[in-house]
């Protein structure tokens, strides 16, 4: 599929096609993050991030990238990886080191892995799962680049602090309900 059928399939409601695609990016998603400190599961967490936030951009009409779409989510998981670099006050080197790097990477294109298509009907349900609040905040943060001060007065919040706490629970409220899932499919499929 192009880049164009891809954006048209999430938009149609055929995700898991388009995600299928999408996750040839991960050998290079986790080479990214691993070599920058992080685990495998860091780094599958933050695929997981990026192909929600590329999923809700598509649906927004007329929502296009100029580049590749495979070279914008290594540019979102980049970019939320340099994020949970900082927030976490992780080695300097690291952050230096990813700041610098290209968006685009080195990334590979025909290495299909059809095993990981029931991955994203999970993402996308443990995504819907996630109560609206935590779904509107993490789409007014990631897709609609709202800053935490303009969150936590939509919200009601104290201030950004308590904006910033919140979209790590409901990132952390996402991630356990896909790892739920996850674990659940796999004792299933092995009994």
């Known amino acids: 599929m ?26 290079d998603v986790m080479t990214m993050v691993r070599t920058h400190g992080g685990t495998r599961t860091a ?24 580049g590749s779409l495979a070279a914008y989510l290594y540019g979102v998981c980049r970019n939320l990886w340099l ?16 700041a610098s790097q290209p968006d685009s990477g080195q990334l590979t294109t025909d290495n299909a892995d059809t095993d990981n298509e ?9 995504f819907a799962t996630l109560g609206e609040k935590c779904r509107e905040l ?24 308590a904006a910033k706490t919140r979209k790590y629970k409901c990132l952390g409220q996402a991630r356990e309900r896909y790892r739920a899932m996850l674990s659940h499919q796999t004792s299933h499929s092995h009994a």
Not at 2 to 27: S, V
Not at 43 to 57: N, S
Not at 141 to 161: D, K, M, P, T
């Open 118 to 126: 029931p991955l994203t009907q999970l993402a996308e349900r443990a």
């Open 43 to 66: 780094a599958r967490d933050l695929f997981q991030d990026a192909l929600v936030i590329i999923h809700e951009k598509a649906q927004s009409p007329g929502w296009m990238i100029s």
């Open 138 to 161: 993490l789409t007014r943060f990631y897709l609609n680049n709202e800053s935490l001060a303009v969150i936590a007065q939509a919200f009601g919040y104290a201030g950004e602090g």
């Open 2 to 27: 192009t880049d164009t059928e891809l954006l048209e399939a999430m938009r149609q409601g055929r995700a898991e096609q388009a995600f299928t695609q999408l996750y040839r990016q991960l050998p």
């Open 83 to 98: 994020a949970e670099l900082r927030a976490k006050g992780r080695d300097e080197k690291h952050i230096h080191a990813l």
